[in-house]
């Protein structure tokens, strides 16, 4: 079935440096990928989203491209802030054994000091 | 806009009780998913619809019942309660455009069982 692996965390910098987190799946088809984003105590939202191969996603400064030939969807952001502070969660969603609910990675956390 | 509701926010129960989790979107989804948040766990899938009348079963249905009678509702029972119930829920709704499914997430239900 669908899987996405993302790298584990915390993911620990301070406030300007350059930001990474890694991103891959594995699916059948082609899927679309997210990126998720949990701040403390609330739920989950939307980041951003490529919809096919070599599609940019971009929001709030931070760029995901969806590559298909590394099945990768890595999250950057040039400089990071204390309120980027968050889990990040990577998911995928399309056609997934006949339905369309989203899998997700485990979540990766990002913690911002000043 | 409301987009998914949950209730309670936080709930406290003993071994043995039961409850049930609501969740209302009114953003006439079709699709709509249970997940529970663990430490290191990331979000595992309980129980998904994909639309009124049909449900199924996620990576960890045991000990949790669903329905859907309406588009809007999707509640989550317990039946009987025991300390490893005792997680973060989360519920989400979803849509479809093209194949691209995007989800929406409430806010979440703190449980803790005793």
């Known amino acids: 079935g669908d899987s996405v692996t993302q790298m584990e965390g915390p993911v620990t910098l301070s406030e300007e440096a350059f930001l990474t987190i890694n991103c891959t799946y594995t699916?059948?088809?082609?899927?679309?990928l997210f990126w998720y984003v949990q701040y403390p105590g609330e739920g989950l939202q939307l980041l951003l989203k490529?919809?096919?191969?070599?599609d940019k996603g971009s929001n709030k400064g931070f760029e995901a491209t969806y590559r298909k030939e590394t099945t990768s969807f890595h999250l950057e952001k040039g400089s990071v802030q204390v309120s980027d502070s968050a889990v990040y969660f990577c998911?995928?969603?399309?056609?997934?054994?006949?339905?369309?609910?989203?899998?997700f990675g485990r979540g990766t956390s990002l913690i911002v000091h000043p | 806009n409301a987009g998914v509701t949950q209730t309670p926010k936080f709930q406290v129960l003993k071994t043995g009780q039961s409850m049930t989790l609501q969740c209302a979107q009114d953003?006439?989804?079709?699709?709509m998913s249970w997940y529970r948040q663990d430490p290191g766990m990331g979000l595992r899938l309980i129980h998904y619809?994909?639309?009124?009348?049909?449900?199924d079963q996620g990576e960890v249905p045991n000990g949790y019942n669903v329905s859907r009678s309406t588009t809007e509702d999707f509640p989550l029972r317990l039946l009987s309660a025991a300390p490893s119930q005792t997680s973060v829920y989360f519920c989400?709704?979803?849509?479809?455009?093209?194949?691209?499914?995007?989800?929406?997430f409430g806010q979440g239900t703190r449980l803790t069982v005793v």
């Open positions: 989400a709704s979803s849509y479809l455009s093209g194949e691209v499914a995007e989800a929406f």
């Open positions: 699916a059948t088809g082609y899927p679309s």
């Open positions: 490529a919809t096919k191969a070599d």
């Open positions: 998911a995928l969603g399309g056609p997934s054994g006949g339905s369309y609910i989203p899998t």
């Open positions: 953003m006439n989804h079709e699709y």
């Open positions: 619809s994909v639309g009124a009348g049909i449900t």
